[in-house]
T-cell receptor, first 113, second 111 residues
Framework: KAGVTQTPRYLIKTRGQQVTLSCSPI?????VSWYQQTPGQGLQFLFE???????NKGNFPGRFSGRQFSNSRSEMNVSTLELGDSALYLC????????????FGAGTRLSVL | QKEVEQNSGPLSVPEGAIASLNCTYS??????FFWYRQYSGKSPELIMS????GDKEDGRFTAQLNKASQYVSLLIRDSQPSDSATYLC???????????FGGGTRVLVKP
């Protein structure tokens, strides 16, 4: 069974640009959550999508948005990039049933110059 | 006060010894508790999950939960150099899928 796939693995952008990150969950998983990891703030929850609906949202500005498609794949968009958005962005999928364990993808490392 | 607190370390242990990691949380609504291991430059991988008070063992790992004290711990027995990593404690409320993470404890196992 394939794991969580995130693309691209690395991105370099400049301030003011926007970026879209993609996440394909484990087959059969309907919940996709996004996290931001930085050395200073650690791992922080961005939002969760389930059945194409945002079910939970963390404390991030509106520049951070996401969506989920009918095949459970999810995208995350960051507009008007700031230097502080440089981070590892992690996607996690879960079955939303049973123990509801979240499995993480390899992440997308975003550098904003 | 952070919602989930961990000692950042590094926790240095000799090979073969027991590594003891601690985590405290502030949200009494937390129902599920997880330990993830993260190697440098990699993504977190699940080590243990625990949901009720007491101990849960899986191989060389034992998780302990005390909801009254809002405390969860992880013991690593017979520590190996390959256990050198950052261990992240995460908690989740009953509703929703949001994981709240501690800052992680860096563990160094010296041969």
């Amino acid at each position: 069974k394939a794991g969580v796939t995130q693309t691209p693995r690395y991105l370099i952008k400049t301030r003011g640009q926007q970026v879209t990150l993609s996440c394909s969950p484990i087959s059969g998983h309907r919940s996709v959550s996004w996290y931001q990891q930085t050395p200073g703030q650690g791992l922080q929850f961005l939002f969760e999508y389930f059945s194409e609906t945002q079910r939970n949202k963390g404390n991030f500005p509106g520049r951070f948005s996401g969506r989920q498609f009918s095949n459970s794949r999810s995208e995350m968009n960051v507009s008007t990039l700031e230097l502080g958005d440089s981070a590892l962005y992690l996607c996690a999928s879960s079955s939303a049933g049973g123990e509801n364990i979240q499995y993480f993808g390899a992440g997308t490392r975003l550098s904003v110059l | 006060q952070k919602e989930v607190e961990q000692n950042s370390g590094p926790l240095s242990v000799p090979e073969g010894a027991i590594a003891s990691l601690n985590c405290t949380y502030s949200d009494r609504g937390s129902q599920s508790f997880f330990w993830y291991r993260q190697y440098s430059g990699k993504s977190p991988e699940l080590i243990m999950s625990i949901y009720s008070n007491g101990d849960k063992e899986d191989g060389r790992f034992t998780a302990q939960l005390n909801k009254a004290s809002q405390y969860v711990s992880l013991l690593i027995r017979d520590s190996q150099p390959s256990d050198s990593a950052t261990y992240l404690c995460a908690v989740r409320r009953a509703a929703g899928n949001k994981l709240t993470f501690g800052g992680g404890t860096r563990v160094l196992v010296k041969p």
